[in-house]
């Protein structure tokens, strides 16, 4: 199985401030025939259902605010929040699906500061 | 608008059966594949099992107990879950696949215990 390790576990950024999350898979997610990467980021808050944020590493998904991005290739991917809203308090989980047996990352925690 | 919602949550012992389900609408259910995500207490999201038209794909943690079917007719799939154990407790969500195997669209999930 791929695995797929976060960090850091926690981070606590000040409003309007910069998040940064990264994402470190066991094996390349990268797709050579289509030149794509097979890694998703998602947003989890209590008593919700995750969010999809990014898919193909750096495609924002529908109605996400222009302030996540996503970057990275191969092994190493970063979720960025260039501006930390209150509204962005939640868990954050990295996920292939290069391999049918699709792994998410351990999340990560953000905090307001 | 695509939705999903789950249902069968409940307490059960261990050694227990439990067959949840998820209604799809609002999507051509037949032209996605569909997966379930678990999340146990204070744990982070665990995929666990996969279906499209014919193929089906487990977690080691549930293979050979859990069990992936889809009716195409009623809009639903389903997850048979046999020989429960104490780990397995969690909130079970279904998810849909986009034009790659992320999820864009989940369900509000539900809850299963298992516990003596």
């Known amino acids: 199985d791929i695995v797929m390790t976060q960090s850091p576990d926690s981070l606590a950024v000040s409003l309007g401030e910069r998040a940064t999350i990264n994402c470190k898979s066991s094996q390349s997610v990268l797709y050579n025939s289509n030149n794509k990467n097979y890694l998703a980021w998602y947003q989890h808050k209590p008593g919700q259902p995750p969010k999809l944020l990014i898919y193909w590493a750096s495609i924002r998904g529908s109605g996400v605010p222009d302030r996540f991005s996503g970057s990275g290739s191969g092994t190493d991917f970063t979720l960025t929040i260039s501006s930390l809203q209150a509204e962005d308090v939640a868990v954050y989980y990295c996920q292939q699906y290069y391999s049918t047996l699709y792994t998410f990352g351990q999340g990560t925690k953000v905090e307001i500061k | 608008e695509a939705q999903l919602v789950e249902s069968g949550g409940a307490l059960v012992q261990p050694g227990g059966s439990l067959r949840l389900s998820c209604a799809a609408s609002g999507f051509t259910f037949s032209s996605y594949s569909m997966n379930w995500v678990r999340q146990a207490p204070g744990k982070g999201l665990e995929w666990i099992s996969y279906i499209s038209s014919g193929t089906m794909y487990y977690a080691d943690s549930v293979r050979g107990r859990f069990t992936i079917s889809r009716d195409n007719a009623k809009n639903s799939v389903y997850l048979q879950m046999n020989s429960l154990r104490d780990e397995d407790t969690a909130v079970y969500y279904c998810?849909?696949?986009?034009?790659?195997?992320?999820?864009?669209?989940w369900g509000q999930g539900t809850t299963v215990t298992v516990s003596s």
């Open positions: 998810a849909r696949e986009g034009s790659g195997s992320y999820f864009p669209v």
